[in-house]
């Protein structure tokens, strides 16, 4: 199994741009997470799925949108990037009744 | 609102040592906790978990211990190795019931930076 993957590992978008970060896994997790990571914090939940076609809102939602079609994948997208979004984002999955998750390596986003 | 703390941002600790990294939570209802540990460009990865039944668990080389009187939990790793330096975090799925889910969501704390030197 991969487990979880990130792509791009690296980007670099101007304000006002738009893009999507990728997540995958292979495991057959019903859950999957967003999290981005700024330096010196922990991580904070941007938004989750518990299955496919069931999405909700983290602790920081705003100025992205997700949506889960398939169990494997769980896109994160950003609209409209602003520097205020210049972070770390980690995907992770679990399996259903199970808190351990599984983390992907990582998306460096840097917005100018 | 709900946290989950960490005492010290940094331990520096000599190789062989035993090292002993703390959480504070402030939730009472918390009932399951998870130690991840993140090496520098990667992702974090599980150490470790302990629900509220137990007081301590342990596991290779590491054991956590779990106070709910005073709403504090530690990670002990004994026999530091330079593999060990990482960012540690506690993560609380939130406060469910016994026997319930976070459903893919966890509060993490902010870290502690374990350096472990040769």
């Known amino acids: 199994n991969a487990g979880v993957t990130q792509t791009p590992k690296f980007q670099v978008l101007k304000t006002g741009q738009s893009m999507t970060l990728q997540c995958a896994q292979d495991?057959?997790?019903?859950?999957m997470s967003w999290y981005r990571q700024d330096p010196g914090m922990g991580l904070r939940l941007i938004h989750y799925?518990?299955?496919?076609?069931?999405?909700d809102q983290g602790e920081v939602p705003n100025g992205y949108n997700v949506s889960r079609s398939t169990t494997e994948d769980f896109p994160l997208r950003l609209l409209s990037a602003a520097p205020s979004q210049t972070s770390v984002y980690f995907c992770?999955?679990?399996?259903?009744?199970?808190?351990?998750?599984?983390f992907g390596p990582g998306t460096r986003l840097t917005v100018l | 609102g709900e946290s989950v703390g960490l005492h010290l941002p940094t331990l520096s600790v000599q190789e062989g040592d035993n090292s002993i990294i703390n959480c504070a939570y402030s939730?009472?209802?918390?009932?399951?906790f998870i130690w991840y540990k993140q090496e520098s460009g990667k992702g974090p990865q599980f150490i470790i978990d302990i629900r509220s039944n137990m007081d301590k668990r342990q596991g290779q080389r590491v054991t956590v211990l779990l106070n709910k009187t005073v709403k504090h939990l530690s990670l002990q790793i004994a026999a530091t190795q330079p593999g060990d330096s990482a960012v540690y975090f506690c993560a609380d799925p939130g406060g469910l019931a016994a026997g319930g889910t976070s459903y893919g969501k966890l509060t993490f704390g902010q870290g502690t930076i374990l350096t472990v030197h040769p």
């Open positions: 939730n009472s209802a918390s009932d399951y």
């Open positions: 799925s518990v299955g496919a076609g069931i999405t």
């Open positions: 495991m057959n997790h019903e859950y």
């Open positions: 992770a999955s679990s399996l259903v009744n199970t808190d351990t998750q599984y």
